[in-house]
């Protein structure tokens, strides 16, 4: 079987940067070099698109969940194309995908990064590939049992890219330009690993997720505090025992009281405050780069 990689954007309807790249890669094939990779790029949720929300009932990027295949509830606009998209495009579908790439965007001040769920093998070699062309930090989303069932876990290999900050149904040239910079980046490191003995790094810089937290609320579960101004848009930077978190509205400064450093992510991310979460928090870790990982990717691209 020949090797195919899936190209998602506008998983969120209102991330439409990535949604914009691609109908203009439509226009114009030669706009995106993928190295010869064969690709199907995909807008991930129509629907949302067309009504510019993020969602039309549920996050689609939480539905890729067993019980939701399981039981296809096709008045729920999301769990019926996450179920799509696996029957069109999954590593047993119509048009067989090995590697998902999925193409967000953020409000957050983080920059470009990638996220990798879990510690699967061939994905942590790719974001070590990346890593070590473009610079990027890896977010590694793990051990959060109130987020799951996201996209890129239906098939065998699979990244997040995000990029920021940019305000949700905004196109910005900075954020189309790095969109298809990455996607290149990527496009290219899967050729390489295909057609030539390609080096791989021999550690990678891991941002493991601990933990998220919520914003200040009142009795009631009102929301009655905000981002202090020593920590809005300080994504990726240390926080320590007394450091400001939040102001109340009577004045009060809510600092972090923990003796742990953190390295805060995703920081007043506007499509996670319906979720409850204010920022979460990350240890910076040095790892070193596993000889199953590498042989995992090369595998999966070489189709053993
Ligand atoms: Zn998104």
């Not at 226009?27 to 199907?40: D, V």
Request: net charge negative; glycine share 6%.
């Amino acid at each position: 079987m020949q090797l195919q990689v899936l190209l998602v954007a506008g998983t969120h309807g209102n991330e439409i940067n990535g949604i914009w790249l691609f109908d203009e890669w439509n226009k114009s094939s030669f706009l995106i070099n993928t190295h010869g990779i064969k690709t199907c790029n995909v807008i991930g949720n129509p629907d949302a698109k067309k009504a510019g929300k993020r969602y039309i009932h549920n996050d689609l990027n939480r539905s890729f969940q067993e019980e939701s295949f399981l039981s296809i509830n096709s008045s729920n606009c999301e769990s019926a194309r996450a179920n799509e998209l696996v029957n069109l495009y999954g590593e047993a579908g119509e048009n067989p995908c090995q590697i998902a790439l999925d193409f967000h965007t953020t409000t957050a001040s983080m920059g470009s990064c990638l996220v990798v769920y879990g510690r699967r093998n061939a994905d942590l070699a790719l974001a070590s590939l990346i890593q070590n062309q473009l610079g990027l930090p890896i977010y590694l989303h793990e051990s959060d049992q109130k987020q799951t069932g996201f996209l890129v876990e239906s098939w065998p290999c699979g990244l997040v890219v995000e990029i920021g900050p940019i305000g949700q149904g905004l196109l910005n040239s900075r954020i189309i330009s790095q969109t298809k910079l990455i996607l290149e980046s990527l496009m290219e490191q899967i050729y390489k690993v295909k057609n030539v003995n390609q080096f791989f790094p021999n550690k990678l810089i891991i941002h493991r997720h601990i933990k998220s937290i919520d914003f200040p609320r009142d009795e009631e579960g009102n929301i009655d505090g905000y981002l202090h101004s020593q920590r809005q848009s300080k994504d990726w930077q240390e926080l320590k025992k007394n450091d400001e978190l939040f102001c109340k509205l009577n004045g009060e400064i809510i600092r972090f009281e923990e003796d742990e450093t953190y390295i805060p992510v995703f920081i007043n991310e506007a499509a996670y405050v319906e979720k409850n979460i204010a920022m979460s928090f990350t240890k910076r870790e040095l790892w070193n780069l596993k000889k199953e990982w590498k042989q995992s990717l090369i595998d999966l691209i070489h189709q053993k």
